[in-house]
C-alpha cells in the first residue's frame, strides 16, 4: 500500500526558510522510474508544481522558484525534504508531496500526500 | 496567473456529458504527450484521473477520458454522477523540465 505523508512547520515568520519532509511507504527511491515531487495550492487557488527528485538523483524545479528551493532524498529513511529560502506571505499553501512514475505516467502525480498548511506570518 | 487556461466553471445534469478545456501553446500542451488530469475534492488532495492525454490510471472509471487537439487539452466527463462535482485541474510538460498547472475548473453537478 502506497502512501506520503507531508510534516513541518505550520507557521513560519518572513525571510525564513521553510524545510518540509515527506515521508513515504510502499514504494522506494531506489528503484528505477521513480520520482517525488513537490506542489504547492494557495487557499482558494490553483496547484503549482514546485520541484522533483528522481531515482536517479535528477532534480527539477519550477524556473520561477528555482533560486530559493532546494530537494534532497534520504533513501535508507523513505524521505523528501524541501526547503524554501526567504519566505514570504505569498508562500502560504497547502504543500503536497506526491509520487510520479517516469517511465509510467511521466510528470503525471498517481500518489499524493494529505498536505500540510503552511501560514507565513510575523 | 497560471500557464494553462482553463474555465472557471463548468456544469450538467446527473447523467449528461461535460467537457473541460485547457489551453496552451506549443511549447507545453501542443509539443507534448505528458498531459495529465487531476479532480479535487474540498479539503482533499487531488487525484489523478488521467495521464497521457488519453490514459487512466487503475480504479478511474471509463466515464473519464482525455484528448487534445492542437494546443487544447480536454477532458469530457460522461454520465456525470454527484460525486464528480469537484475541481478538476490539468497539467503539461512544459519544456526545459518544467510542469504546469491550469488554473482549475469547478465542475458542479446540478
Known amino acids: 500500500q502506497i502512501s506520503l505523508k507531508e510534516s513541518g512547520p505550520t507557521l513560519v515568520k518572513p525571510t525564513q526558510t521553510l524545510t518540509l519532509t515527506c515521508t513515504f511507504s510502499?514504494?522506494?527511491?531506489?528503484?528505477?522510474?521513480?520520482?517525488v515531487g513537490w506542489i504547492r495550492q494557495p487557499p482558494g487557488k490553483a496547484l503549482e508544481w514546485l520541484a522533483l527528485i528522481y531515482w536517479d538523483d535528477d532534480k527539477p524545479y519550477s524556473p520561477s522558484l528555482k533560486s530559493r528551493l532546494t530537494i534532497t532524498k534520504d533513501t535508507s529513511r523513505n524521505q523528501v525534504v524541501l526547503t524554501m529560502t526567504n519566505m514570504d506571505p505569498v508562500d502560504t499553501a497547502t504543500y503536497y508531496c506526491?509520487?510520479?512514475?517516469?517511465?509510467?505516467?511521466?510528470?503525471?502525480?498517481?500518489?499524493w500526500g494529505q498536505g500540510t498548511l503552511v501560514t507565513v506570518s510575523s | 496567473q497560471s500557464a494553462l487556461t482553463q474555465p472557471p466553471s463548468a456544469s450538467g445534469s446527473p447523467g449528461q456529458s461535460v467537457t473541460i478545456s485547457c489551453t496552451g501553446t506549443s511549447s507545453d500542451v501542443g509539443g507534448s504527450k505528458y498531459v495529465s488530469w487531476y479532480h479535487q475534492h474540498p479539503g482533499k488532495a487531488p487525484k489523478l484521473m488521467i495521464y497521457e492525454v488519453n490514459k487512466r490510471p487503475s480504479g478511474v472509471p471509463d466515464r473519464f477520458s482525455g484528448s487534445k487537439s492542437g494546443n487544447t487539452a480536454s477532458l469530457t466527463v460522461s454520465g456525470l454522477q454527484a460525486e464528480d462535482e469537484a475541481d478538476y485541474y490539468c497539467?503539461?510538460?512544459?519544456?526545459?523540465?518544467?510542469?504546469?498547472f491550469g488554473g482549475g475548473t469547478k465542475l458542479t453537478v446540478l
Open positions: 497539467s503539461s510538460y512544459g519544456g526545459s523540465n518544467n510542469v504546469v
Open positions: 506526491a509520487r510520479t512514475l517516469y517511465f509510467s505516467g511521466t510528470y503525471s502525480f498517481d500518489y
Open positions: 510502499g514504494f522506494s527511491l531506489r528503484t528505477s522510474g521513480v520520482g
